[in-house]
Each structure stands twice: as structure tokens, then as C-alpha cells.
């Protein structure tokens, strides 16, 4: 599987989960074709489709609320949000006020977080357990490492030893050169999950967003981040 063409509309980034089973029985016919383009074909076509507004954010969700659309599925599924309402933190433990939960969280958030302060503070870590949320300063999101589980490859077997690689963090971040490792837990190597370092720190290594890596055009293969 390689980036397409319009790289305003890569979706590898997405699609690194794909099986090679899964693989051999797809066609991606617009990989070569820039979005301009494909509107031309629909158009001549006279389909109305080629007049539609692109999505920004998840199409499927109105506005962008995603604690409603969770409260919403967990509904539907007969289940309650889970209270994970807890404390904001500095990195030094001081307690600096509160919120509802922390499904309301993401790392490198900087609005909402309902605390005053002086000077701009961003999420910097989230703790599932405890419900802490620890905030800080911009500079404090900056990290040359990052571990990634559930790793799924694709022009690849295996890793078997370091390889240079381009990685994807977040779909719209560009894609930054490091050096890609199988992970070990002291003399043992863990079975599908793998180790980078970045050649330059990279803001916001958010864990549960996907780390997809990238030889040239072609997909190596991804991750979840831990």
C-alpha cells in the first residue's frame, strides 16, 4: 500500500490496519487522481456527489461533540459514561481545579480546560486509573520517543532489527524520520509492539492515536501509541 497522488487526501494514515488477506482483494482506482480531478469524472458523470462540500473533522459526528456522540453510543448499547471525574494537576502535583471527565481530554489540548492562568496551559498527560489530568506548558509536549502496541505490518513480515522509517503521529502531522525498533521488556522482545526515536522532538505523542510509518510512499506498517 503506498500514499497516494493528492496527499491533501492520504488516507494510509487510517488504513494501516489492513490484512495482506484484506489487501489482495482491494483496489484503491483513485490513488493516481487529485480531488480536482475526481470531481470532473463525477461531474461528466452528472453525479451530484461532485458538488459536495468536503468534510472537515469525523463526518458522522454533528459539530464535533464527541462526549455527546459517546454518551449517545453508550446509550444506544444500554451502558452509562463512565465517572472518571478527577483533578487537574501540574507536573509537580499541585492540584489546580477539577473537571467532569476525562473523556472531555485529549494531550496537546489547550481550550477548555476551565482553569485560570498567566500563562497558556496545554494537556499534557491523562491518567485513566487515577482520572488525573497533568497540565503544563507547550514545551513540556515535546518527546523524541514513543512506543506503539497492536502493531500491524504490511510491506514487511516482521522487525527484526532498527529501521529508518518516517512516522505519522495524527493524520494531518507531517511525517517525521526516526528509527524504528522492536520493543523488549528487559531481556524478552514483546511480540507486536515496537520502540522510535524521533531524529527531532515531536509535540504532542498522544497514547490511543494511531503511529503509522512510512518507507518513502510505501506503508511500513502502524501502531497504536502507548
Not at 54 to 64: R, V, Y
Not at 206 to 214: C, D, K
Request: net charge negative; charged share 25%; with cysteine.
Amino acid at each position: 500500500m503506498k500514499r497516494p497522488t493528492d496527499r491533501a487526501k492520504d488516507q494510509t494514515y487510517f488504513l494501516f490496519g489492513l490484512t495482506q488477506e484484506q489487501l489482495a482483494h482491494t483496489l484503491f482506482p483513485l490513488g493516481r487522481m487529485t480531488k480536482p480531478e475526481v470531481r470532473e469524472v463525477a461531474r461528466q458523470h452528472g453525479l451530484a456527489l461532485a458538488e459536495k462540500p468536503d468534510s472537515q473533522e469525523i463526518c458522522f459526528i454533528p459539530g464535533g461533540d464527541y462526549k455527546q456522540f459517546l454518551t449517545a453510543y453508550l446509550e444506544e448499547q444500554g451502558e452509562e459514561m463512565p465517572e472518571t471525574a478527577g483533578e487537574l494537576v501540574t507536573t509537580s502535583g499541585e492540584v489546580i481545579g477539577r473537571h467532569e471527565g476525562i473523556s472531555g481530554f485529549t494531550v496537546g489540548q489547550r481550550k477548555g480546560l476551565g482553569v485560570a492562568s498567566p500563562n497558556p496551559l496545554y494537556v499534557l498527560n491523562i491518567d485513566a486509573a487515577s482520572h488525573r489530568v497533568t497540565v503544563g506548558a507547550d514545551a513540556e509536549l515535546a518527546t523524541k520517543t514513543l512506543r506503539a502496541g497492536r502493531v500491524n505490518w504490511i510491506s514487511i513480515p516482521a522487525l527484526t532489527k532498527p529501521m529508518r522509517v518516517e512516522i505519522k503521529i495524527r493524520h494531518r502531522h507531517e511525517p517525521a524520520w526516526a528509527t524504528l525498533a522492536p520493543a523488549a521488556n528487559g531481556e524478552v522482545v514483546a511480540e507486536h509492539e515496537v520502540t522510535a526515536i524521533f531524529d527531532e522532538p515531536q509535540r504532542a505523542v498522544t497514547p490511543g492515536q494511531s503511529a503509522v510509518f512510512y518507507d518513502g510512499d510505501e506503508v511500513v506498517g502502524g501502531g497504536w501509541i502507548l
